[in-house]
């Protein structure tokens, strides 16, 4: 259902198409796109959240804005900045990885010289939720009991292809739209989806009710129950676990999708995974003292160079949230003129199309991470936001870089990782969240001595 509208008026920094259902603007500078984060504070992309609410039982961090986001990022931040990250979280990342990758030791013994056929996407989320169970209810969930989490996860966040329900979807938006009311539009997933999200949320709840009778005391649990003291206890409890399940859903799945994506860049690139393997073996088993940055710096390269090449939020989507004016260069080289942006207007911005520009990064579609060996030039770094821009960056960056870089490295310490081209590239889908996920990373590993490791 194409909605009737205005043929598309371009201009250098931006693009307008106005139709009966409002206005559409594709923002193609990187300047403009700051300046209405960081000025204007368009708010949040109104079908996102009715997802997400619908998912959650109610709005959660990250798709709220004004004083609702800042009184919620402010329970929130403290316990996942750098350093909190790296003195409390660094040792039962490191920790749980190592009993997820003996698991694996024990089945390519098994194996007899075979190796073992390794899915890379699922071994990250579950590492991924039995790390968040310590940061969450403060123990480090069983793998086990993760593992039947990250099956959930994987089910809720499984991307439409194309069909009935995407066309009922792209009809529904217009109706809300037509109505004004978008944010309380109703969004159709496949079969089980909202199921899978709801019994997390359930699980979560369980959680915490056994955390509100414990004696030990968690600090993000203590900040958001002060958060949302004004509730009742029962809706205070739900709005915790939605805020918890947001990190799980959001959380773990983007980190999964950066360590698959990287591991088959690894494996498709012999002197990539030569120099990875170098780095990973120049440490003890048992070394954990020293710096990320510092220790595996050649690590971190590869995984900031994935987030570049496979950009795992691809698109930043907003709405204004007030009548604005802005100034735009048509394309016959004339004097800048003002163009009027209503209020409730849709801005998108493609992050994926400054991570692969050829104006800023030379050879953009090559994976390089020697480019982040040494300082970024004043543009790259401008155009370079894997995590977002502004107030609003996601909160967890610091944790999925070190979830993401310890994966990384002590897989590479215990096992030898078999060459796996990718000719045709690495398949991708959307997922539910609307983020890059990629298809069925595999890979053959065997397992290590520790004489192997200098």
Avoid at 43 to 61: C, H, I, M
Avoid at 139 to 144: E, H, I
Wanted: net charge positive.
């Amino acid at each position: 259902m194409k909605p009737i509208s205005t043929p598309l008026q371009r201009y250098r920094e931006f693009s307008v198409r106005r139709s009966i259902f409002g206005q559409e603007w594709n923002i193609h500078s990187n300047e403009t796109m700051r300046e209405l984060m960081l000025r204007h504070a368009p708010r949040r992309f109104a079908p996102v959240v009715a997802l997400l609410r619908r998912g959650f039982g109610r709005r959660v961090l990250i798709t709220s804005d004004g004083e609702e986001w800042q009184r919620t990022q402010h329970a929130i931040a403290p316990s996942l900045h750098a350093g909190a990250v790296a003195a409390e979280y660094g040792p039962i990342i490191e920790t749980t990885t190592r009993e997820a990758l003996a698991q694996i030791a024990e089945r390519d013994r098994a194996s007899n010289g075979a190796g073992v056929e390794l899915d890379v996407e699922t071994l990250a989320r579950t590492i991924g939720c039995s790390v968040l169970g310590f940061v969450l209810f403060g123990r480090a969930l069983p793998l086990t009991e993760a593992a039947r989490i990250e099956a959930d996860l994987n089910v809720a966040m499984r991307g439409l292809k194309p069909g009935a329900l995407t066309s009922l979807n792209t009809m529904l938006a217009v109706v809300y739209r037509t109505l004004r009311v978008p944010t309380y539009q109703r969004v159709l997933l496949g079969p089980g989806q909202f199921q899978r999200a709801r019994r997390l949320v359930r699980w979560i709840e369980a959680e915490l009710r056994t955390l509100e009778a414990a004696p030990k005391k968690v600090a993000i649990f203590e900040r958001l129950q002060q958060r949302f003291a004004m509730l009742p206890v029962g809706r205070r409890r739900r709005a915790i676990a939605a805020e918890y399940a947001m990190f799980f859903i959001a959380g773990v799945e983007t980190m999964a999708a950066s360590v698959a994506f990287a591991v088959a860049e690894i494996a498709a690139n012999p002197e990539i995974l030569r120099m990875v393997q170098e780095e990973a073996r120049r440490f003890e088993w048992a070394d954990g003292a020293a710096e990320l940055a510092a220790r595996y710096p050649y690590i971190q390269a590869v995984y900031r160079e994935t987030l570049r090449r496979h950009t795992i939020v691809p698109t930043l989507l907003r709405e204004s949230s007030a009548n604005l004016s802005l100034e735009g260069t048509a394309g016959d080289g004339s004097p800048k003129c003002p163009v009027q942006m209503a209020k409730g207007a849709v801005l998108r911005y493609l992050i994926v199309a400054g991570h692969l520009s050829r104006a800023v990064w030379t050879n953009p579609n090559r994976f390089q991470p020697e480019r982040f060996l040494t300082p970024l030039s004043g543009e790259q770094a401008s155009h370079y936001m894997p995590f977002g821009v502004g107030p609003q960056k996601c909160p967890g960056h610091a944790m999925a870089t070190n979830e993401s870089t310890i994966i990384l490295a002590e897989l590479f310490q215990r096992f030898d990782v078999e060459p796996r081209p990718t000719p045709n590239g690495i398949p991708v889908e959307r997922s539910a969240m609307y983020t890059n996920r990629p298809v069925g990373v595999k890979v053959r590993v065997r397992a290590v001595q520790p004489s192997q490791v200098e």
